[in-house]
């Protein structure tokens, strides 16, 4: 059952308020809608969610749709960032656009695409999907940021997702090139990582940027 | 910091050492130029450039060591300044040395000053710590297949040094250097190159690929030289090739040169298993874990602090100078030669008196701030030499990060603690101004220098307790005010990463050579401000204005809850941070000052004003309003801290 647009950024919602951040419901003012809104009503008769007062509460019919909207928006922002190289403001206001049209199909071809990435650009957790799980079957390897990684993994790196060219110099100068292999040793308090027989310390953020093709 | 020149420099051939940080090219300097060294800024920048002479075969040869560099295409102003020397100053040789085992690593940067057309030699360095990892590097055939003399050294153990001078000596009969990219590249490059008409130290090739990578000085260079117009169609084709490239040029550069390396290496470098994790590396990784590496900073800080510096430095090697050699022979001998010889009062005053430039200002420089620095720089190259600094950044990044700085300014922070307008000086190497700022601020407020340190550990030992409400005190401000600084300060958050060397054993020479410099450099720069200081001092006590101004501070005093014969040890502080605390010590024996007053006035005291020379060094690096801001906001905030402290500790019965 493919649920209207507006559906979609309330499910959205209320996984990240349910799933991410921990709460058991979200408010009609957060999510900036009044209590008579239509995609509300949309979704109460699809009994995914309950209507409480000022809180939206997410049913347990409701999770899977949920689910996979939120797969859908962070699979676009991947898009968005990592082939069509568009970013900032405008990649996320893109992003929310594309992904009410990955249905049917479409998202697991570009979930295949980009190797079944497991976090977005700002890395939250992109929920995995059939083909991810398939591939973990069949053993296929995926890409990561290095944040994904344990510490004694490590793997080829695939390519650098910085957005400032000299820092994607600067990493590159390091020899933390694509192709090269990276072995991280330690994830806290800083993340610290060999490539060759140098070590190098980096901070959450660029760890964040550096993705590895993981063994 | 002063520059010096070497008289006869200009006319020099100059041998010029490049390469990354932490592969040995100041032990190599060294050892090329023995005693002749300077270390001066480089013209417009505050990046420092070490000068030498050194000579082969009869010829005497300028040696200069840049700052470390990772790429011809420079991101920080150590970069910028490396590549300033080899734009500008013509090498007679360039030495291009690298960590023998990270060879594949560092092997771009070589092609890079190749293909630039400069006389590169490759210094293959630390081969002995390579041979251990099981690596083998067939230097002969490397230097066959890359047309440049490659030359394998240890130079930490002196071997390679004597074919370097052959290398040097021998110019003339280099093979030529031979290498090309994938066609497709290489006709972009040509397309690019064929355009530039006029003469540049670095050769075509290169300015086309920097050019190509987007290189504003370099953009500039080739503007200024070749004219607006000419300029403008060199533009227009590094634009249409940019545009054809589409997918990102710089990488594409990076491969392509790696792949090079790759072929230039295969058959070169051979490596053999080897058994179990050596020592160092299991020491490096006890050190970056936090749970292993905190109680190791502990430890290094009451050795290298507490035992070399306030025990040695500040208690025997002072108690000699000061107590034995200026009280008991120097200044009586000098005293008497005043009241000789020095008819005026005023003059005898000047010189010889309380405050005076000799008895006063000479001592404290020379006899009681230069051995304490002095072995606290002894400590500090030390462990800086053996690699300990980048590990222990890494450990306080995530904390750093908190009051607006990232791990590197751990190096600034704890030079701080043995001398902070030095570390002032130092807060340079920060990336970005706010970083510097921060970072200048919270010396200027919570870190005591060793001079400091060692009167009120001395002074506060003696009363249980007190030791422990003072270190909670200065480390809670340090972290609070850092917190808050990184949230009123504009700027983005800074960016950690950071390179980490193997653990090293540091070599004697090259520590001793460390510490005798910056312990000249420190003294050239504190000296004049100590006969200022005394000078001052001196004027203050002729007018009366400082007993004026013990008064005026009685209320203030009367706030902190001390006498007002405390006062005068504020006063002092502003001149030298010991100094003050000397001033308490004065005041706990003459029994003035009850647990309470004592804490309360260490802890005001440590937070008050830095010295006079640590204002004005902050003058000279970030201008008068943000120092004067600092000093009022530093002034401000210790009194209030001191006044209610003294409340919170009578309110509690706390010490008493
Ligand atoms: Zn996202
Ligand atoms: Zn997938």
Known sequence: MKVSPKAEEI????????????????HLSTLGIGPDDEALAELNRLAYIEVSGDRVYLRKEGRPEARMTVRRHRLAERLMMDILDVKGGEGNAKACELEHLLHQGVDTKICTLLNHPSTCPHGNPIPPGLCCEEAREQGRVGVVALTELKAGEGGEIAYLAADDP?????????GVLPGNRLQLSQTFPTFVFKVGHSQFAVDQDLAREIFVRKE | MKKRSISDAQVLP?????????????VLFNALTGAYTTVSNYPGTSVEVSRGVCEVAGQRFEVLDTPGMYTLMPITEEERVARAILLEETPHTVLHVIDARNIERMLPMTLQLVEAGLPVVLVVNIMDEAERLGMEIDTALLEEKIGIPVIAAATARKRGLQEIRAVIENAADRPQARFSYAADLESDIRQVADLLREEYRLSRKSLALLLLQRDTEIEALVRRTEGEQDYARIAQVVNGVVFERRADLHLRISLERKRVCSGLLAGVVRQSAVAGVPLAERLSNWMMNPWTGVPILLLILYFGLYQVVGVFGAGVVVDFLEGVLFEEHINPWVE????????????YELLVGEYGV????????????????????????????????????????????????????VIPIVLGFGCDTMATIVTRTLETIRERIIATLLLALAIPCSAQLGVILGLLSGVPGALVVWSACIAGLFLLVGFLAARVMPGEQPMFYMEIPPLRMPQPRNVLVKTLTRMQSYFLEIFPLFILASVLLWAGKMTGLLEGLVRAMTPAMNALGLPAEAAAAFIFGFFRRDFGAAGLYDLQTSGLLSAVQLTVAAVTLTLFVPCIAQFLIMQKERGWRVSLGILVFVSVLAFTAGALLNRLLLAGGVLS
């Open chain 1, 166 to 174: 000299k820092k994607m110099q600067k990493l590159m100068s390091m």
């Open chain 2, 358 to 409: 000799l008895t006063l200002g000479v001592r404290y420089a020379v006899a009681l701030v230069l051995p304490i620095v002095g072995s606290f720089f002894l400590v500090f190259s030390l462990i800086e030499d053996t690699g300990y600094f980048p590990r222990l950044a890494m450990l306080v990044d995530r904390v750093f990060k908190r009051i607006g700085l990232n791990g590197r300014a």
């Open chain 2, 336 to 347: 008497r030669l005043g009241q000789t010889y020095l008819a005026w009062d005023w003059l």
């Open chain 2, 14 to 26: 100059k041998i010029v050492l490049v390469g990354n940080p932490n592969v040995g090219k100041s």
């Open chain 1, 11 to 26: 499910l959205e919602a209320l996984w990240i308020a349910t799933e991410e951040a921990g709460d058991n419901a979200a």
